[in-house]
C-alpha cells in the first residue's frame, strides 16, 4: 500500500495497518437494490414473445382426451410448438433424449422444437410423446396448472433469478460509476467506462498495454493525462474466486504500473471478512485499494486530484 498523508486527513490513520482495518471496519454488507430481485423488462418481454402460443395451449387445460386435443391444436395452430421447451424451463429447441442404455449401447432420439408452418403426422406424435414424458400433459389434463400463460411467466421470473448473481456486480459498477461521474463533473476529469486499450488511445492518445486479449477496465479516469484505470466488484459471500480475484489483481498492479499508470482497485462486500489473508496480501502490495465508504467520503476523488 502507498501510505499517503490523506488517510490521516480522511480517516484518521497514522499506518498501513490501521488504514487496513479501518477499511474491514467500513465493508458494505449490501448493495442490493430492487433491480436485482426480478427483471422485469427483460421478464416480460421474453413472455410475449410467446403469449399468443400459450393462450392457445390453454384450450387444453381440463381436457380429457388431451393427447387427441393436443394434436388437433397442432394441425390447426402448429406455430404453438415453439412455446413448448418453456414450459419445462428451457430456452433450446433441440433435445437430444436418452430413451435407452441397456445392452451397452445409449440410444438417443431427437425433437426439434422451431417454429414450423405444417407437421406430418409422425412430427406430431412426437411432440406428444416429448410433452406426454416431460410430465406437462399431465399437469393440463388435470388442472393442477389452470393457466398456462400465468404458469410460463412463473417460469420466466425463475429464470430470471439466475441473473442475480450478475446482477449484484452490475449493482456494484452501477454505484462506483455515479459516484466518479461525480467526480469526474467536480474536478473536470476525463472519463471512461468499459475502457479498452482502444478507446482510451483513440480518445486520449494515451498508450496501454494490456495483459490479455480483451481486457477491458471498468473505469479509467484521466487527470491531465495522468492515468487511472479502475476496477470494481463485491462480495457478499466467501468462496475461492475472492482468492484468485485477489491475486490476479497483484498482477494487474504490477503491470500497469510498470507502464507509468495507476491503478486503483475498489471492492466491498462482507465476503471479505472471511478471506482476510489473501485481501491483506493485495492490499499491502498495490497502492490503493478502496471501498465503498472511501470513495463516498472522498478519498478517491482526492488521490486522482493530488495526481497520487
Known amino acids: 500500500m502507498k501510505y499517503s498523508f490523506l488517510f490521516q486527513n480522511f480517516f484518521n490513520c497514522c499506518n498501513e495497518s490501521e488504514v487496513f482495518q479501518y477499511f474491514q471496519d467500513t465493508l458494505t454488507d449490501s448493495i442490493t437494490g430492487w433491480h436485482y430481485f426480478v427483471d422485469w423488462p427483460k421478464v416480460l418481454d421474453r413472455f410475449r414473445e410467446n403469449e399468443i402460443y400459450l393462450n392457445a395451449l390453454n384450450y387444453l387445460v381440463g381436457k380429457e382426451d388431451i393427447e387427441n386435443e393436443f394434436r388437433y391444436l397442432l394441425q390447426k395452430m402448429p406455430q404453438v410448438v415453439r412455446a413448448i421447451p418453456i414450459l419445462i424451463a428451457c430456452r433450446t429447441f433441440n433435445f437430444q433424449i436418452l430413451i435407452d442404455y441397456t445392452n451397452n449401447n445409449f440410444n438417443y432420439k431427437s425433437f426439434n422444437f422451431r417454429n414450423q408452418s405444417l407437421f406430418f403426422p409422425q412430427d406430431i406424435d412426437d411432440i406428444i410423446e416429448f410433452t406426454k414424458n416431460a410430465g406437462v400433459l ?71 498495454e494490456v495483459d490479455k486479449s480483451g481486457r477491458r477496465f471498468d473505469f479509467a479516469v484521466n487527470n491531465q493525462n495522468h492515468l487511472y484505470l479502475i476496477e470494481a ?13 485477489a491475486g490476479e489483481y497483484k498482477s494487474l498492479f504490477d503491470f500497469i504500473s510498470r507502464q507509468g499508470h495507476q491503478f486503483i482497485w475498489i471492492t466491498d462486500g462482507l465476503g471479505w ?36
Not at 233 to 245: D, E, Q
Not at 281 to 294: G, P
Open 233 to 245: 466488484n463485491f462480495y457478499g459471500g466467501t468462496g475461492s474466486k475472492l482468492k484468485s480475484t
Open 138 to 208: 399431465e399437469l393440463f389434463k388435470n388442472r393442477t396448472i389452470k393457466s398456462i400463460p400465468d404458469y410460463v411467466l412463473g417460469i420466466e421470473v425463475g429464470l430470471d433469478s439466475n441473473g442475480r448473481k450478475n446482477r449484484g456486480g452490475t449493482a456494484m459498477e452501477i454505484i462506483v460509476e455515479s459516484l466518479i461521474t461525480a467526480i469526474c463533473e467536480e474536478n473536470d476529469f476525463l472519463f471512461i467506462p468499459q475502457a479498452t486499450s482502444e478507446n482510451i488511445k483513440k480518445q486520449w492518445n494515451i498508450d496501454v
Open 273 to 308: 471478512k472471511r478471506t482476510l489473508h489473501p485481501l491483506e496480501e493485495t492490499f499491502k502490495h498495490i497502492d490503493y485499494t478502496l471501498n465503498l465508504n472511501m470513495v463516498v467520503d472522498g478519498l478517491l476523488g482526492e488521490l486522482i486530484a493530488q495526481q497520487l
